[in-house]
């Protein structure tokens, strides 16, 4: 089943926004935050898992089945609009162009919650680390961690904190936390 999971919405509604020359990344209001927790593996000879012997483990991102919140494109003013993204004015012109009147994407099937187009989806509907380098400047070693935190903000800006879908990504980020 071909879900889509728009690394651009995604990175919008965690409000990320294309730095201006000579200035680092920018955040949006309230989202300085990493939300995603990790676990501190204990090591023999450690009984807090914490400082010598502690080890902390990173999350890895992936996509939750039945989510669809970054297909959600219109998110209002909070959010970073296309233009503060993209620097291609044909990007801003074809993401703009899938926001339906509903404000989620086009080719989002709410009953079913998949994309249509997934395995044509624009490159900017794609989380991996290229496209988070090319959009926000976020290297690899950074991608997980950021992808996970700009997730959990979407979800809960979409369908609440106390949402399934947001306890469905919480489960599974923390279940395949590197080691």
Not at 22 to 27: A, F, T
Request: hydrophobic letters at 25%.
């Amino acid at each position: 089943m071909a879900l889509c999971w728009c690394s651009t919405m995604t990175m919008m509604s965690g409000a990320y926004k294309q730095p201006e020359k000579g200035k680092g990344m920018g955040m949006g209001k309230g989202k300085g935050k990493e939300k995603v927790q990790t676990k501190q593996r204990r090591s023999s000879g450690s009984d807090d898992g914490i400082g010598f012997g502690g080890k902390r483990n990173d999350p890895i991102w992936q996509c939750i089945q039945g989510c669809g919140a970054c297909c959600k494109l219109d998110k209002g003013p909070a959010f970073a609009a296309p233009e503060e993204i993209f620097d291609d004015l044909s990007d801003v012109q074809l993401y703009r162009s899938m926001v339906g009147p509903n404000g989620w994407c086009i080719h989002y099937e709410k009953s079913t919650r998949t994309c249509s187009i997934y395995s044509d989806r624009p490159y900017f509907c794609r989380v991996e680390p290229n496209v988070f380098r090319k959009l926000y400047g976020i290297g690899k070693k950074r991608f997980n961690k950021e992808a996970c935190s700009f997730c959990e903000d979407t979800i809960t800006a979409i369908y609440g904190s106390h949402s399934q879908e947001l306890d469905n990504f919480v489960r599974a980020v923390r279940s395949t936390e590197s080691s």
